[in-house]
């Protein structure tokens, strides 16, 4: 399903070795599948998965998130995009914080199936966190405001990637994109924690 889409990937300098096309592609499977069980992702269908989905996940990778060696995903409910990204970039270390116990099997799942070294599954809020956090954050599906960045700034977190709508005034890099068959403008903003 994924090789639908190289010829857009390329487009953004977004290449990908064989496997981990094919570790998306189970991946976006097992989604689709647990989908049925527990509430991931309101997609209905595998081809929505993956545009709306994974292929979202990797635009990180547009503004330099692969010179990241470890990331904090706060909110990863399904693993976007924390589970695309892990597969795309071997080298660098997830830890995943969902409060969901539903969906962090479902994570510790993906992590033995599809043989993900490099992530850890947290089931917890953030403010229950009691370990040491890396300097970088990335959420897809939490609400960034004053409060959030007050906690994570406290906690050592000095950069952040997030997911917007609407560009923002403040960042470090973004990168302005429509998925595959939509028109819809997003932006992958990294931004400093201040």
Known sequence: MLEEYLDWLQTKKIS?????????????KLVLKWNKKINLTAAKDLKEIVTRHILDSLMPLTIGF????????LGSGGGFPAIP???????????????????????NK??????LKNIEVENCLFEEIDFPLPKTMITRAVKVDKKLITKIKKRGIN?????????????????????????????IVKREVK
């Open 66 to 73: 692969e010179k990241e060696t470890e990331a904090i995903d």
């Open 16 to 28: 990908l070795t064989k496997t981990q096309i094919e570790k998306l592609n189970s991946y976006g």
């Open 85 to 107: 990204l892990a597969i795309a970039l071997e080298n660098t270390s997830f830890i995943l914080i969902e409060k969901v116990a539903k969906k962090c099997a479902f994570l």
């Open 159 to 187: 950069l952040l990637y997030t997911f917007e709508t609407s560009k923002p005034e403040d960042y470090l890099n973004i990168n302005e994109y429509s998925l595959p068959g939509e028109k819809k403008i997003r932006y």
């Open 110 to 115: 993906i992590k033995r199936e599809i043989n």
